[in-house]
């Protein structure tokens, strides 16, 4: 039996679908893997669910509850995978090595999609920053729209004398973790704080989650956040220019596609594929967009205590990475560039079942 994307089996009884589960975990026709974290990716996420469901008889089911939760969960053997917009921490890495029974857990960049700097400012239908003004605003030392600082960048522009209300994130945050990164790289005397995935700037509106802070600055004006860029045209919010050293570039495909091409891994050569960030935020190519998030499917590299598990995440990931690229630059997405894409196969080809025999 498969289950549809349309629900056909929602009429039938809980014994039937408890029925359902159970075959599926013991090798009957449909095969079910569970992830759960990253809301960055959540759009991507159910887009290659319903890919993956098309193309085949696995069911992903993920839910969006952040990347802190999602490792938690992970960690604990709650689901499959973890979505998270940062890489394991030493810890979290030793914590998970635990679960995968002794085996390294491998990253997986599979969902790639730049942050916006969105905004809600009644008249300003274009705006320029750079990462210093953005470290300003986001500490609270930079707090009218007017302020010279702002409107230095913008020339001919009318900003309002009004109160700028900077939005990040209240939970636990891969994209928090991820900005304040670049305005650490970017902007180092702006912005003298470590990045986390708690925000640590002053002052400010906080909301959960990206939906909540889209929310927050649709209804707030003067109101600012960084968000992906999915949940900026969603709630048809502004999204402003960045300057980061080569002059001001505005969002879209191109500029994302041309700071994807040139991401480089931490450990070259690994199979454990962690994003060299520093690297990247650090770009100042003409034309090229480099706030961008990547965000990664955490996954055993052997050690499920289900073999079959193994497999279905490398056909599910499989069909994400090829088949599932098409359609993603309409939800704030990039598609994957080939050879981007030809090194995460080959870690996907190489996740294996069994508890056995460590990985790294």
Partial sequence: MKINRNGALAAVS?????ALVSACSSGGDTKTISGEGSTAQQKAMEHFSNV????????MDYTGSGSG???KKFIAG????????SALKPEEAASAKERCNGNDAWHIPLVA??????????GVDSLKLNPTVLAGIFDSKITKWNDPAIAALNPGVALPAENIVPVHRSDSSGTTDNFQQFLQASAPQAWPYEHSKEFQ????SAAAKSTGVGDTVKKTPGAITYVEWGFATENKLGVAQID???GPVALNAGSAGKALDSVKFKTPGSKDLVVDTDALFASKTAGAYPLMLTTYEIVCSTGYSDENISSTLKEAFTTALNSGQDGLAEIGYVPLPAAYKATLQ???DSLTGGAGGQNS
């Fill in 201 to 204: 700037g002053k002052g400010g």
């Fill in 244 to 246: 980061f050293g080569a």
């Fill in 69 to 71: 939760d999602g490792i």
């Fill in 14 to 18: 809980t014994i039937a679908m408890v």
């Fill in 78 to 85: 709650d689901v499959d995978f973890a979505g998270s917009d």
């Fill in 113 to 122: 999609g730049p942050v916006a700097v969105a905004y809600n400012v009644q």
């Fill in 346 to 348: 080959g870690t996907i």
């Fill in 52 to 59: 993956v469901t098309d193309n085949g008889d696995i069911v």
